[in-house]
């Protein structure tokens, strides 16, 4: 097999991480038109479950990622992209990562990590 399964599931998991760092971005979904066209153009493509549309990061935001390496699992059904994050945000909220709420085990309070590098209301205008 030369990547992905996607006659087992229509949408794989993807895991941004940022190639220079190591930090884990964001988890999308790729189909195979959106995993061709990552492979083709060097820029990550998704697919947009909510839209129901190819999604490219950073279409609206211009933060988008330049891909560097593909991996794949030992089952085929899961992707990781590592990626060159230009812009400085991964996530729609305006932070670095999509993951920058952490979670106490025992108080289950939530701390948020991590400065907002862009203000979502200005990015996202709707006119």
Known sequence: MNGPDFNKTE????????????VVLMLAYM????YDE??????????SRSRSRLWRKG???????????????????????KVNQIG???CHE???SCFFRKIDPET?????????????AEVYKKS
């Open 108 to 120: 289950r309070d939530v701390e948020i990590q991590g400065e907002r590098v862009f203000d979502p």
């Open 94 to 96: 305006g932070y670095h």
């Open 38 to 47: 990552t492979l083709r153009t060097g820029r990550v493509c998704y697919w």
């Open 11 to 22: 949408l794989i998991p993807v895991i941004a991480q940022d190639d220079e760092t190591g």
């Open 59 to 81: 279409e609206e935001s211009g933060n988008v990622q330049e891909l560097k390496s593909v991996y794949y699992d030992c089952d085929a059904d899961t992707l990781l992209v």
């Open 31 to 34: 189909n195979q038109d959106a």
């Open 88 to 90: 400085g945000a991964a």
